[in-house]
């Protein structure tokens, strides 16, 4: 009598998690400032300043994360009487 017990267990996992964040922020600020002073001496003063401020901040953040478990097990068991 010969009996012959094969047992093969194959377990795969995979597991993927991807992040992405973007943020863009863009800040413009205009300041425009006129004066004109004139006097009866025929002077004029004409003083115009403009300032202009443009601030932009990108932050991009990717985050990927990959795992891969691959378990085999073989069970093998053979009697002979």
Do not use: L, M, P
């Not at 443009?54 to 068991?77: A, I, K, L």
């Amino acid at each position: 009598t010969t009996t012959t017990t094969e047992t093969t267990t194959t377990t795969t996992e995979t597991t993927t998690t991807t992040t992405e964040t973007t943020t863009t922020t863009t800040e413009t600020t205009t300041t425009t400032t006129e004066t004109t002073t004139t006097t009866t001496e025929t002077t004029t003063t004409t003083t115009q300043t403009t300032t202009t401020t443009t601030e932009t901040t990108t932050t991009t953040t990717e985050t990927t994360t990959t795992t891969t478990e691959t378990t085999t097990t073989t069970t093998e068991t053979t009697t002979t009487t």
